[in-house]
């Protein structure tokens, strides 16, 4: 199976941009959907990109979409969230996660089988 470790949070302020790394071990990332995910304080867990196994397909949801961009270097093993503009509702811990499937239900928690511990992004006004 794969391990996923998240990096690349921080505290920015508003406008600014960070780029989130996700490094899988284990097993070769390829064969992996993955996506990112974000948890605010008492706020469930939320969808916010997801890519498919060659990068092919992408996917985010309305809050971010514009502003964020998945990609991944299967070669590297790693898979990136670009954010730009970042806002303040946009503070949370992010989560990376996998799966070997690429399926409709690429928003929902429960499709992923992997994740990493996450890495906090907070934007400060």
């Known amino acids: 199976q794969v391990q996923l470790v998240e990096s690349g949070g921080g505290l920015v302020q508003v406008g600014d941009s960070l780029r989130l790394s996700c490094a899988a071990s284990g097993r070769t990332l390829s064969s992996y959907a993955v996506a990112w995910f974000r948890q605010a304080p008492g706020k469930e867990r939320e969808f916010v990109a997801a890519?498919?196994?060659?990068?092919?397909?992408?996917y985010y949801a309305n809050s971010v979409r514009g502003r964020f961009t998945i990609s991944r270097d299967n070669a590297k093993n790693m898979v990136y969230l670009q954010m730009n503009s970042l806002k303040p509702e946009d503070t949370a811990l992010y989560y990376c996660?996998?799966?070997?499937?690429?399926?409709?239900?690429?928003?929902?928690?429960?499709?992923?089988?992997?994740w990493g511990q996450g890495t906090q992004v907070t934007v400060s006004s």
């Open positions: 996660a996998a799966d070997e499937r690429w399926v409709a239900s690429y928003y929902y928690t429960s499709t992923y089988n992997y």
């Open positions: 890519i498919s196994w060659t990068g092919g397909s992408s």
